[in-house]
């Protein structure tokens, strides 16, 4: 009965902050992850972290990016393909100078300082799609640019993790095998998605049972997600893909309109309440002036890195601004990394904390940024 009362706690705390929020001139996202942090551990305590949270979280934020890809233009995002790779080119270089250039500074190992800049050069644009959902500015040049940098950023990051934990760690992470797996993963994951998931779906359509198509939307959604995982992506990813891929079909609006409540009534507001029960503000005390440091190194580092890989792809200086913006939530991905850090011993314990902390408020600045950029873009294009 515990879970059960988390349930209802979580899902009206994140409607009620979500609204509160909107009326504050800011986006709903906003406070569903600050409800998150005031909720948790970090201060009243009342939810705590669980199995039960945690699967739900998981399956949140995979619908989310399963929504944003059934909301994307292929066409758009193939057109764009040369601009997301140059934000995500940015995004990586500036971000891992930028961290490991701040762990030699305060004595950090070099190996501990490489995987600093390494952590920071990832990005989880989970929150973004949210933010650009809720500012109705999803189907964008610039939104489509993002989820394709997104894409590439994460194949970047894994790939050069797996390089790194080969020559620090010295185990048996082998390069040319995660090399392989991601060229495996997007060639199968394209013939899968255009081959199979539109029989699949007339197969199951005509069924005699309740909600059939939605039910095959679901089990395409969650299979390329763990396909993903499998390979050595993220889930988040493959979550993207299979949106992309139901959109191709006749289905696709029916597939939207459904997954939708069903998704955000519960499994999403988990999700967000589940970045704010990272936060503890135990032992950081004297790391204040690292975590301002930080964070600020985070955020600029991605928005200038990922902004000047779209200035030099045609983009103008206001879109490569918003562009740089939804670059830089860390999310998810980030924490993963870190975790993984931490058991490694490429993260020292000391700084674990410090460094969720950072993760977190480069997720929480996003929300506000995005919404003051984009209001600018939408009102200058109002009078052309």
Avoid at 26 to 45: C, D, N, R, T, W
Avoid at 153 to 177: E, H, Q, R
Avoid at 306 to 333: D, H, N, P, Q, Y
Wanted: charged share 15%; glycine share 10%; with cysteine.
């Amino acid at each position: 009965m515990a879970h059960i009362f988390q349930l209802i706690m979580i899902v009206l705390a994140t409607k009620l902050a979500g609204d509160l929020s909107v009326r504050l001139g800011q986006p709903s996202v906003l406070g569903k992850l600050m409800i998150g942090i005031v909720i948790g551990p970090a201060v009243l305590g009342w939810i705590h972290p669980s199995e039960l949270i945690d699967t739900f979280s998981q399956i949140g934020v995979l619908l989310l990016m399963f929504i944003a890809g059934l909301e994307t233009d292929v066409k758009e995002l193939n057109r764009n393909r040369n601009s997301s790779l140059a934000v995500a080119i940015g995004g990586v270089i500036l971000p891992l100078a930028g961290g490991y250039l701040s762990g030699i500074a305060i004595g950090m190992e070099q190996a501990h300082a490489i995987f600093l800049g390494l952590l920071l050069s990832a990005t989880s644009v989970s929150i973004t799609v949210q933010t650009l959902k809720d500012l109705g500015q999803l189907n964008t040049r610039e939104s489509t640019t993002i989820l394709g940098a997104a894409v590439a950023d994460d194949v970047l990051v894994v790939v050069l993790l797996a390089f790194v934990m080969s020559f620090l760690v010295g185990g048996d992470v082998s390069l040319g095998s995660v090399v392989l797996k991601k060229i495996i993963f997007f060639v199968t994951i394209v013939i899968i998605g255009w081959k199979l998931v539109p029989p699949l779906l007339r197969w199951l359509a005509p069924l005699k049972v309740t909600e059939s198509v939605i039910s095959a939307a679901f089990i395409v959604c969650m299979s390329f997600a763990n396909y993903a995982e499998l390979l050595g992506i993220t889930g988040i990813i493959g979550a993207f893909a299979a949106g992309i891929a139901i959109s191709q079909t006749k289905y696709k609006e029916e597939v939207e309109q459904k997954i939708e409540p069903i998704a955000y009534a519960v499994f999403v507001p988990v999700f967000f309440v589940s970045i704010g029960l990272s936060v503890s503000f135990e032992g950081i005390g004297n790391q204040i002036l690292f975590i301002f440091a930080l964070t600020l190194i985070a955020i600029f580092t991605k928005l200038f890195g990922c902004g000047l890989g779209a200035k030099v792809t045609g983009f103008t200086m206001r879109s490569s601004f918003a562009i740089g913006a939804g670059m830089i939530s860390r999310g998810e991905v980030a924490l993963i990394i870190a975790a993984i850090g931490l058991e490694e011993r490429l993260l020292a314990p000391e700084y674990f904390t410090s460094i969720i902390v950072v993760v977190i408020l480069t997720t929480l600045v996003t929300p506000p940024i995005l919404k003051k950029v984009f209001a600018k873009n939408a009102k200058q294009s109002e009078f052309l």
